[in-house]
């Protein structure tokens, strides 16, 4: 295999290879304007061609490659082989064995998956160090010797190295159980109970990467989403993807998602009876009982004749498409259709012509005897109507009843909305109309999903499969999962295969063994987390004023290298914040790319910075009823460094 200085001159030739493709790419743009086809065939050249200018033009000057494998005398068709893997495809002429092969591939699978003890026919897998764009170094695992290889030095110091800004991609790191997930086939739904630092969201992302590559036809008609707990979340993952080469995934929050104008707030205990599962037996009732039991026949007239389905036919064809109708507008519409077919057979029947034009009219003329027996209905107007007056609400308690009602009743017009009333506004637009589905819904975070959000989400995956991720412990909203195969069962995926990551490869093991005290307290069936990094440093310091604590702290981590998340509870974190700002520390928010971040403890899930000072635990335990989980999440956003600033007594279950 290549030396150093060879290596580096193969980058370069890859580098100039990878420029020719994209200036190829834009050429073909240009000269697909004017190639000659019908409109559906030059549009969807048009959009193939600009897509692959566009993705290939994104890619910067990252490394062009991260590993090469050469496999051995035994590996029938890769005999021989030498593969470089990168992010992206690189060939540098056309009917030529490719210089860099894109990680997803399938032989790319073996420089992940293969080991001393199970080489796959590879007899050299060689890894990459890279200083941003310069190599620097390679480490060559031999795999036929038959003795387990330690830990890579190069995959350990990538996992230990210091970031700052949003999330990067794992390419280069992916291991076996991880790779594992991330291939799993298009068709299995997956859910992925993984600890903290384990890399679900890493392999969730990757995940939909490998999965647009692989079955890129069938996913581009429904596309891929991925849904995060918030914006500051997104904002983390958001160049994930992208650095993969994939653009067009949608990445948004189950907020965002129901699209609904969120203008109040509900009390703890309306909120936790609205997103509660049996909701939607009550709003199923709410819309199906307005179907009444028609008392007249349909009499038409037409010029000089009249058209009539008898109340016995007009009834059996009400109460036959109850029964098979999927959604309520869609059995109003096949009412009115199956009355203008009877209709229409007693007009043929005397020699008319049934035109197009006939039949519309027709249609028209007994919307309004339906409209007597199945009315048109808004979900917004259906919702306000319960809410104003839930005694009918099957199913709930009169206190959850009362919990619910609105003080005073109200049109759909003027209510105020709140976030879990978008939860049921979106449930009752199913119950009116089928919605859009996706190819792939990736959801992380799920455990903290209320039964009736796992609802909306089961309506968007339809028919096709899921990515769950999310970790028991971290639950923190009042309405957070305990068990998965009761959220799966929500999720409308009951046998979705559970794996679960216990291997912590970004949180240090000091950091682990503190947060691992929790989980006695946090009476969750999950295992601990065991890390793979021996670094890190704990700090645990009393404080008399916890802001001018807080600024020595954060002045003593900008000394060393890295990002710095300054976590507390919501209402002591502008305190603090005021205090660092006074200090002339530049701080950013929690969705901010600052190398100081202040961040308030319900935001800290899913982020991570080098250096955390957690402030106050005690008050973080106290602010809300799953304190202790809460904590837990805190404690784990630490990437290397973890300062913890109290006043207060530490809580016992740390101690």
Request: neutral net charge; aromatic residues 6%; glycine residues 8%.
């Amino acid at each position: 295999m290549r030396d150093l200085d060879e290596e580096r001159a193969y980058a370069d030739r890859c580098r100039a290879a990878l420029r020719r493709m994209v200036a190829g790419a834009r050429e073909n743009v240009a000269v697909g304007e004017h190639t000659w086809g019908d409109r559906y065939t030059a549009e969807r050249l048009g959009y193939y061609l600009k897509t692959l200018a566009r993705d290939l033009g994104e890619e910067g000057d990252n490394p062009p490659f991260f590993g090469v494998i050469r496999y051995g005398s035994d590996a029938g068709e890769h005999t021989g082989q030498t593969y470089y893997l990168g992010r992206r495809h690189i060939s540098d002429a056309i009917a030529r064995p490719p210089m860099v092969i894109d990680w997803r591939a399938q032989v790319s699978a073996t420089f992940y998956q293969a080991s001393a003890v199970e080489p796959r026919g590879i007899a050299t897998r060689r890894r990459f160090g890279w200083s941003a764009n310069a190599l620097t170094s390679f480490e060559d695992e031999h795999l036929r010797t038959g003795a387990p290889a330690g830990a890579s030095d190069l995959v350990r110091r990538e996992i230990e190295r210091a970031r700052v800004g949003p999330m990067r991609d794992i390419v280069a790191t992916i291991q076996p159980e991880q790779d594992t997930l991330v291939r799993t086939d298009l068709d299995v739904s997956v859910c992925v109970q993984g600890a903290p630092g384990t890399g679900k969201t890493a392999v969730g992302l990757h995940r939909a990467a490998y999965l647009l590559y692989a079955h890129r036809a069938r996913l581009q008609r429904n596309g891929v989403l991925v849904l995060g707990p918030n914006q500051a979340f997104l904002h983390y993952i958001s160049a994930v993807l992208p650095t993969l080469g994939e653009v067009d995934v949608e990445q948004t929050t189950i907020e965002r998602l129901l699209d609904r104008e969120v203008r109040a707030t509900d009390d703890p205990a309306a909120a936790a009876v609205k997103h509660d599962a049996r909701m939607a037996g009550v709003l199923r009732e709410a819309v199906y009982r307005r179907i009444g039991r028609p008392e007249q026949a349909v009499v038409v007239t037409d010029e000089s004749y009249k058209w009539r389905v008898n109340q016995h036919e007009f009834a059996e064809m009400v109460a036959e498409t109850r029964a098979d109708a999927t959604t309520y507008l869609t059995g109003r519409e096949r009412v009115i259709a199956r009355i203008v077919a009877a209709l229409q057979r007693q007009a043929e029947a005397r020699g008319q012509n049934c035109n197009g034009v006939w039949l519309r009219r027709m249609a028209r003329a007994v919307t309004p005897y339906v409209e007597t027996v199945w009315p048109l209905l808004k979900a917004d107007e259906v919702l306000a109507s319960l809410l104003s007056d839930p005694r009918e609400a099957a199913g709930l308690t009169p206190e959850e009843r009362q919990a619910i009602a609105w003080p005073r009743p109200r049109k759909a017009k003027s209510a105020r909305w709140t976030a879990a009333d978008a939860v049921l506004l979106d449930e009752l637009g199913a119950l009116l109309e089928r919605g859009p589905t996706y190819g792939q819904v990736i959801v992380d975070e799920a455990q903290d999903l209320s039964p009736m959000q796992c609802r909306a989400i089961a309506r968007r995956s339809g028919h096709n499969s899921i990515t769950v991720l999310g970790d028991l412990a971290q639950g923190t909203t009042p309405w957070a999962a305990t068990d998965w195969r009761e959220q799966l069962i929500h999720l409308g995926k009951p046998d979705a295969k559970i794996v679960a990551l216990s291997t912590g490869y970004r949180v240090p093991a000091t950091v682990v063994e503190l947060a691992n005290r929790l989980l006695g307290a946090l009476a969750m069936d999950v295992p601990p987390t065991r890390s793979f990094r021996s670094d890190g440093e704990l700090t645990i310091t009393r404080a008399d004023d916890l802001a001018t604590g807080c600024v020595a702290a954060v002045r003593r981590a900008l000394t060393q290298e890295g990002s710095i998340g300054v976590i507390a509870a919501d209402h002591q974190l502008p305190a603090f914040a005021d205090a660092l700002k006074a200090a002339d520390i530049d701080v950013s928010s929690a969705d901010g790319d600052g190398r100081v971040t202040a961040v308030p403890a319900t935001l800290a899930k899913g982020l991570e910075y080098d250096h955390v000072i957690a402030v106050e635990p005690a008050e973080i335990v106290a602010s809300e009823p799953r304190g202790l989980n809460r904590l837990y999440v805190v404690l784990t956003r630490a990437v290397s460094r973890l300062d913890i600033l109290h006043q207060q007594a530490m809580p016992p279950e740390l101690c």
